[in-house]
C-alpha cells in the first residue's frame, strides 16, 4: 500500500500545486535541508458547503431577511465548512503511508516530518534560504506537488513556496511624529481648552466624539471589542493610563486584557515598535469606553510573495493562525467587534491564501462579529505595477479588498471633513462585487466614465465601505506625547462606534450586527457623505505623469466609502428607541 501511494508522488503522475521560476530576488540559497531537518506543514482541505455558507451569512447579515441577526454558533459553522470525510481520509491516509502523524483540525490538516519525507510526498526540494538583508534562514522549496488523486482534495499547503522573513513593519500609519517638550506642553496646556472644538493640528478623542455627535454610554455587561496586534508589537498599560489622565479622565482606571496566539507576547518593556498597538487600544477606548477592550498578540509573520513595493523581508502578517485560533473559540468567549490596523498590497498575497483568509472572516461574520480593516495609506497605489507582466496597475489591498471586512477610509479637517491625501481604495483583483454594494459602486463607475479603466477591473469589490478621521492623533507612545496618522487611525474609532452600536442593540435584546456591509450599505443616509479631497498615488510611475488619484464625490467613492459616522442616526437604524445620551 505505501508503495503504491509513494508512487503517486512522482512527477509524472502528479499536480503541479505551486511553483516559483526562480528564487526571488533578495534571496539566496544557504544549504541543502538536511535530510533529518524537521518541518511543520498545514493542509488546507476544500470546504463541503461553501457556497451554501455564503448564502446564510448574506441572509443572516441583510435586513429585511427572514434570517437577518440569526448568527451561527461554532459548531454550525463547521458543519458548513467541514470537508468530506473522503477529503479527510485520503489525505490521512496518504500521509500515515509515509509514517506521517497528521492532526486534524475540520479542514486543515497539520503535520510535522522530516524534509526527507516531505520531499518524497511532495516531489519537492527544501532548501534552507537567507534574506539579503539578514533575518532567519527559511526553510522552502520552489515548488511542490501533490498526488494527482488527491489533487481535488486538496486547497492548498502552507508554507512551502512563500518566501518570507522578518523586517520592517507594515503597518497602516503613514505618519508618526513625536514631539518637542514645548508641543507636549501647548498641547497638554489647550486639550482642557479647546479639544472639542477639533483644532486639527490635532484629534483627541474629545474632539472625535464632538464631530460624531458620540453622547451614548454602553453598559459592560456582555459586551467585547477587541483588536488585533502583529508583529512583535504590544500595547502598553503605562501609556493608556497617562492617556487617560490626559485625555479621557472620564475612562480613568480602565485597562485592557490581553490574549497570546500562535506564541505572540504581551512584553511591557520591549524596545520595539509600539506605535500601533497604544494607537488602537487608546482610540476604541476613546469611543467605546466603557465596553471592555481585548488585544489579540499574534506571533509569526504570513507567507509573502515578493513584489516591487514589498520585495522583502516579509512583513506580511500570520491572519491564518489568527483566525484558526479565533475560529476555534467558544461563542461566548468572542467579541463582538474586531479592529485591526495591518495590510499590505493584494498582490503580495498568495491568491490561494487570501482566499482561504477572507472566508475565515466571512465564518466570523457568521458568528456575529464585526471585522473592521484600515483600507492602507498609498491611495490608489505606490508603484502601480503588476508584478504578472509589470504593466501599470492600480494596487488593491488585502484583506482590506475582501467583501468579508469593513474597510476603513481616512478624512481630515472637519468643515467641511474631507478625504485625505493617503487614503487607500480602489477594486480588489480577486473578489467579485458583491450585490450588496452593486447600486453605490456602480453609480460612482458611471460618473467616471473610461477614467483608469485600464487600470482596474471594474467589475469587482469596490473598497473601502466607510471612513473616519485618519489625520494627526494625539497618541500617548512610549511616555511621550506623539502624532499619528493613517487609516490606522480610523479603523479603531469606527469600531469604537460599531461597539457602541452593538453594545445598543444588545441593551434591546437584539442581535450584533456581525457582518456590516449589507447593513451599512442598506443605511447609508446614516453616513456623512465625503465630497472633497481625494487619494493620491502612483508617483514614482511614467504611466502616469503626475501620479494617480480618486476623488472624493457625491455618494460612494474608492476614498472614503459611504462616509464618516453620524451617531445620532447610526444609532437610530441600529437599535431604534435608544437614546443617545
Same mark, same amino acid.
Given at each position: ?253 480602565? =485597562?485592557?486584557?490581553?490574549? $497570546?496566539?500562535?506564541? &505572540?507576547?504581551?512584553?511591557?518593556? #520591549? @524596545?520595539? +515598535? /509600539? !506605535? ?82 477572507? =472566508?475565515?472572516?466571512?465564518? $466570523?461574520?457568521?458568528? &456575529?462579529?464585526?471585522?473592521?480593516? #484600515? @483600507?492602507? +495609506? /498609498? !491611495? ?101 506625547? /506623539? ?99
Amino acid at each position: 500500500m505505501r508503495s503504491i501511494l509513494l508512487l503517486f508522488a512522482t512527477a509524472a503522475t502528479a499536480k503541479v500545486m505551486d511553483s516559483l521560476p526562480a528564487v526571488p530576488k533578495g534571496w539566496a540559497e544557504v544549504r541543502q535541508a538536511s535530510p533529518d531537518d524537521s518541518v511543520t506543514l498545514r493542509v488546507g482541505l476544500p470546504q463541503q458547503h461553501a457556497t451554501a455558507l455564503e448564502q446564510a451569512v448574506l441572509e443572516i447579515s441583510t435586513p429585511g431577511h427572514p434570517n437577518y441577526g440569526m448568527h451561527m454558533s461554532r459548531d454550525q459553522v463547521r458543519a458548513y465548512t467541514a470537508p468530506t470525510e473522503q477529503s479527510v481520509s485520503s489525505v490521512v491516509n496518504w500521509l500515515s503511508a509515509s509514517g506521517v502523524k497528521p492532526s486534524v483540525n475540520n479542514d486543515w490538516i497539520t503535520f510535522t516530518t522530516n524534509v526527507k519525507t516531505a520531499n518524497d510526498l511532495l516531489s519537492a526540494n527544501f532548501a534552507w534560504y537567507q534574506f539579503e538583508n539578514g533575518g532567519s534562514p527559511k526553510l522552502r522549496t520552489l515548488s511542490y506537488s501533490v498526488p494527482d488523486e488527491l489533487a481535488g482534495n486538496i486547497d492548498l499547503i502552507q508554507p512551502t513556496t512563500r518566501f518570507g522573513q522578518l523586517g520592517a513593519k507594515k503597518t497602516t500609519i503613514f505618519e508618526l511624529q513625536i514631539l518637542e517638550d514645548e508641543d507636549e506642553a501647548a498641547i497638554k496646556a489647550n486639550v482642557a481648552i479647546d479639544a472639542a472644538d477639533c483644532n486639527t493640528s490635532r484629534i483627541t478623542p474629545a474632539c472625535l466624539k464632538s464631530l460624531y455627535n458620540i453622547k451614548y454610554t454602553a453598559s459592560t455587561e456582555g459586551n467585547l471589542v477587541a483588536f488585533a496586534s502583529y508583529l512583535e508589537e504590544y500595547a502598553r498599560y503605562s501609556d493608556l493610563q497617562s492617556f487617560e489622565s490626559q485625555y479621557l479622565t472620564e475612562a480613568s482606571g480602565q =485597562n485592557f486584557t490581553v490574549e $497570546l496566539v500562535n506564541g &505572540g507576547l504581551n512584553d511591557q518593556s #520591549s @524596545s520595539d +515598535d /509600539s !506605535g500601533e498597538a497604544n494607537l488602537d487600544v487608546q482610540y476604541v477606548l476613546a469611543i467605546s469606553n466603557p465596553i471592555p477592550i481585548l488585544e489579540y498578540s499574534t506571533g509569526g509573520r504570513g507567507p509573502l510573495v515578493p513584489t516591487t513595493d514589498e520585495p522583502g523581508p516579509s512583513s506580511n502578517e500570520p491572519y491564518l493562525e489568527f483566525l484558526t485560533y479565533l475560529l476555534d473559540q467558544e461563542d461566548s468567549t468572542l467579541p463582538q467587534t474586531l479592529s485591526t490596523s495591518y495590510g499590505e498590497e493584494e498582490q503580495s498575497v498568495p491568491a490561494d491564501y487570501a482566499l482561504k483568509v477572507c =472566508n475565515m472572516f466571512m465564518q $466570523l461574520g457568521a458568528r &456575529g462579529v464585526s471585522v473592521l480593516f #484600515s @483600507s492602507g +495609506d /498609498s !491611495g490608489p497605489g505606490d508603484s502601480c505595477i503588476r508584478e504578472s507582466d509589470k504593466a501599470p496597475y492600480f494596487q488593491p489591498s488585502f484583506p482590506a479588498g475582501c467583501p468579508y471586512v469593513t474597510s476603513v477610509g481616512a478624512t481630515y479637517n472637519v468643515e467641511p471633513e474631507q478625504a485625505v491625501s493617503f487614503s487607500s481604495g480602489g477594486f480588489s483583483s480577486l473578489h467579485a462585487q458583491p450585490a450588496w454594494q452593486a447600486d453605490a459602486v456602480n453609480a460612482y463607475l458611471e460618473s467616471i466614465g473610461d477614467t483608469y479603466s485600464a487600470y482596474f477591473n471594474a467589475s469587482n469589490r469596490g473598497f473601502p465601505d466607510v471612513a473616519a478621521q485618519g489625520s494627526r492623533f494625539a497618541v500617548i507612545d512610549k511616555g511621550r506625547s /506623539s502624532l499619528l496618522s493613517g487609516t490606522s487611525a480610523s479603523s479603531p474609532v469606527f469600531a469604537g462606534v460599531v461597539a457602541l452600536l452593538n453594545a445598543a442593540r444588545k441593551s434591546q435584546g437584539q442581535a450584533p450586527l456581525g457582518f456590516l456591509n449589507p447593513w451599512l450599505y442598506n443605511n447609508s443616509a446614516a453616513l456623512t457623505d465625503i465630497t472633497s479631497g481625494y487619494g493620491s498615488g502612483c508617483t514614482g510611475n511614467s504611466a502616469f505623469a503626475n501620479g494617480a488619484r480618486w476623488n472624493a464625490t457625491v455618494g460612494w467613492d474608492p476614498v472614503t466609502g459611504l462616509g464618516t459616522p453620524n451617531f445620532e442616526k447610526l444609532l437610530a437604524a441600529a437599535a431604534p428607541g435608544v437614546e443617545n445620551a
